[in-house]
Nanobody, 124 residues
Framework: QLQASGGGLVQDGGSLRLSCAASGRTFSAYGMGWFRQAQGKEREFVAAISRSGGRKDYQESAKGRFAISRDNAKNTVYLQMDRLKPEDTAVYYC???????????????????WGKGTQVTVSC
């Protein structure tokens, strides 16, 4: 199971840190990703990190503002979001997959596990 937390209401330009805690003993066997879904829009890829943390991929709009990281000892993946914009407002979801790597994360179909989302709202 995946449990995301850390969402909330923040002003334009503010920061939030999302966390996603995973249960089970095989966390390090999974690549981890963050996705978001704004109201009325499709779910989209935001960032992903490989099993060891050695590779990180970002959606273009997230580059330079968001940072994904993981702590395999704590079974947790993080998304540090800085310089938030109103267009970042969405429900954010974490996901885990054994096979996805690199550009595979842009395809949301076939994900092994999804967590429940956490709402991020950025006010003007």
């Amino acid at each position: 199971q995946l449990q995301a937390s850390g969402g909330g209401l923040v002003q334009d330009g503010g920061s939030l840190r999302l966390s996603c805690a995973a249960s089970g003993r095989t966390f390090s066997a999974y690549g981890m990703g963050w996705f978001r879904q704004a109201q009325g829009k499709e779910r989209e890829f935001v960032a992903a990190i490989s099993r060891s943390g050695g590779r990180k991929d970002y959606q273009e709009s997230a580059k330079g503002r968001f940072a994904i990281s993981r702590d395999n000892a704590k079974n947790t993946v993080y998304l540090q979001m800085d310089r938030l914009k109103p267009e970042d407002t969405a429900v954010y979801y974490c996901a885990a997959d054994r096979a996805k790597y690199g550009s595979d994360w842009y395809r949301i179909e076939g994900m092994d596990y999804w967590g429940k989302g956490t709402q991020v709202t950025v006010s003007c």
